[in-house]
């Protein structure tokens, strides 16, 4: 070995030396900070795993009856769950914005092998480590301080609004979790020759839609796109507004499948909220420090709705904490989060001005059937505690190379914070998950509807059971949770209830043989060609009778008949036709152009051999 080859190795081992403390004491605290993270996830939801076996309250109802109604579909009937037609007289399950969320969903494993109360409360835990694993990840990006990762993961996870909408049922909430995936997917994306992450992103956009973020997924949309233009327009760089459309159009084909049938529904039955609720600032300031956060707590008086719909406590000192790095986070990244938190927070006061942002964005498309502008507090959060990891990283990064140690003192300040949230956020679920199914109750053979639920929890809610019905094999009419829909099934007690299917005219007679969710089979005996075969349930233009369409009779399904004894009515989602090739072309491009590119980088020219000498 050379004089050289000898001190450059020499360098290299006294270089492996000085940083195998700072690697061990960086492994130290990132094992902690798990440890606090998950330690602290599992005390806030403590009450929820104490009994697996109970069901939850106020919302947990009706939305675990769309989630119900997956495994249902799939196990007993082997059909996909396209058409719910136990609630409201039948609507389209996958065509809701809220229903069958389970369905394309990495949670559908559990739903399948587990009572749907248990794979509820392990879609809970996954969101909340799918969100606290996110936000560590992209905070990480910004600094070397594993306690500051650690701080913006649980004041965006774990915080007092997670902990009361969860608690309440409001499932769409929990699918905030993806947020800090779209970011982390777009600042890889802009990395030199990373802009595949952009992909993923809209991966993550679509999977978003088909799990039901009815808010969630507006709310990353708009934050993406604000945060991708401001930081174009500071670093002068066109590749985060590329990132942001690659991001928006491959989301719109992965999304394609659910959204098209969501769109197409709201096309027959617009949503449309009114939305005038507004706060100040000395409403906010006890949202997030009150610690009186419980399900019927009420520490200030609300525009509307309870608590749950306001509460967001974080704690005294974090907020000083954002409140400094909305005003001084600096450079192109600083400027960006803070001024992305900045309009989200404005967002977040609601109406208080005829032109104020919610007031301008409650008029547009998706927003204009939105209400409650405090939910766009929680990802205020996010960009709010990234900003702070911006201003605070200028400082702390450089002495952490040589003291790592330094993050150890650090950490335990972020857990003296992750308690004092934790110990609040516990307190909704002290009173959420205490539901429970009678210990007997008979299951009906025949399908038929029913004005109001035949069965009751032991300890009844603010509304009708809308899954204990399901149980029972029962429809239900009067149900929570679709307000804008047409009801024209009939119950078995309305006086012109002629039967699950009947001929319409003449003496003809139907007789249903075989029923599932999504194909009933109807045996008609005594019709003329041109009678009208009726089947009680409400119509839906995705319905069809013998590969025909059908129309509505008093907002039923029917159809003409024909020389036919034996009509088939199936439900498939019309929008399939073209959303189906969209996603797949989408998927396809998604794998096939980054391999190309790859493959193309690699390639390089062959030089030509130069010619022997003669």
């Not at 369905?103 to 248990?118: I, T, W």
Request: glycine share 8%.
């Amino acid at each position: 070995m050379s004089t050289g080859e000898k001190q450059r190795t020499a360098r290299r081992r006294a270089l492996a030396a000085l940083g195998r403390p700072g690697a061990i004491w960086r492994s130290v605290t990132t094992s902690a900070a798990a440890a606090l993270m998950l330690g602290l996830l599992l005390g806030i939801v403590a009450p929820m795993l104490s009994d697996w076996s109970t069901f939850g309250h106020h919302d947990w109802d009706v939305v675990t009856s769309y989630r119900y109604i997956t495994s249902v579909s799939l196990l007993k009937y082997g059909e996909a769950p396209y058409w719910h037609p136990w609630l409201c007289g039948g609507f389209p399950a996958f065509g809701h914005v809220e229903g069958a969320t389970n369905f394309v969903s990495p949670y559908l494993p559990f739903y399948l092998l587990m009572e749907v109360q248990k794979a509820l409360r392990i879609e809970i835990l996954g969101a909340a480590i799918t969100s606290l694993l996110g936000s560590f990840l992209l905070a990480r990006r910004y600094t070397r301080s594993v306690a500051l990762a650690s701080f913006v993961a649980i004041v965006f996870t774990l915080n007092g609004r997670w902990a009361l909408q969860t608690a309440v049922g409001h499932s769409w909430h929990l699918q905030y979790c993806w947020l800090p995936w779209v970011l982390l997917f777009f600042e890889r994306s802009i990395d030199p020759g990373k802009l595949h992450n952009a992909l993923y992103g809209g991966a993550t956009l679509g999977l978003m839609c088909h799990l039901g973020a009815i808010y969630p997924l507006p709310h990353t949309a708009i934050s993406l796109c604000v945060y991708g233009l401001l930081f174009a327009v500071f670093t002068r760089d066109w590749r985060p507004i590329q990132s942001v459309a690659i991001t928006g159009f491959s989301g719109l084909g992965f999304a394609s499948p659910k959204l098209f049938a969501i769109a197409e529904g709201m096309t027959r039955a617009p949503r449309l909220i009114g939305s005038k609720e507004k706060i100040g600032l000395d409403q906010l300031v006890v949202m997030m420090t009150d610690t009186n956060q419980g399900l019927g707590a009420r520490p200030i008086r609300v525009p509307a709705y309870g608590w749950h719909e306001w509460g967001i406590y974080v704690g005294a000192i974090p907020l000083l904490l954002l409140l400094v790095a909305l005003l001084f986070a600096r450079g192109p990244r600083g400027n960006a989060l803070r001024l992305t938190g900045g309009l989200l927070l404005l967002l977040g006061f609601g109406a208080f001005h005829a032109y104020s942002p919610w007031s301008l964005l409650h008029r547009l498309p998706v927003f204009s059937s939105q209400h409650v502008p405090s939910r766009f507090l929680y990802p205020m959060l996010l960009f709010s505690s990234l900003a702070l990891v911006v201003v605070v990283a200028r400082y702390l990064d450089h002495h952490l190379i040589r003291r790592a140690w330094l993050d150890v003192p650090l950490l335990a300040l972020t857990a003296y914070v992750g308690v004092d949230i934790a110990r609040v956020a516990n307190q909704p679920f002290q009173g959420s998950f205490w539901m429970q199914v009678p210990d007997k109750y008979e299951v009906a053979e025949l399908f038929e509807h029913r004005t109001r639920s035949p069965i009751h929890y032991k300890r009844r809610d603010w509304a009708e059971p809308a899954l204990l019905p399901m149980f029972t094999n029962t429809g239900v009419l009067e149900c929570y949770g679709l307000p804008n829909l047409e009801v024209g099934a009939l119950a078995t007690t309305d006086p012109d209830y002629r039967g699950r299917a009947h001929v319409l005219e003449g003496d003809g007679t139907a007789k249903v043989v075989d029923w599932s969710p999504n194909r009933v089979v109807v045996e008609v005996d005594g019709a003329k060609p041109g009678d009208t075969l009726v089947y009680n349930m409400n119509h839906d233009p995705g319905w069809s009778a013998n590969g025909k369409p059908v129309h509505a009779v008093d907002r039923r399904i029917a159809t003409k008949l024909g020389s036919e004894t034996r009509i088939v009515f199936e439900y498939f989602p019309r929008t399939f036709r073209y959303s189906l090739p969209l996603f797949f072309t989408t998927l396809g491009l998604s794998i096939g152009v980054p391999l190309w590119i790859r493959r193309r980088r690699r390639r390089k020219p062959v030089k030509p051999s130069p010619e022997a000498p003669s």
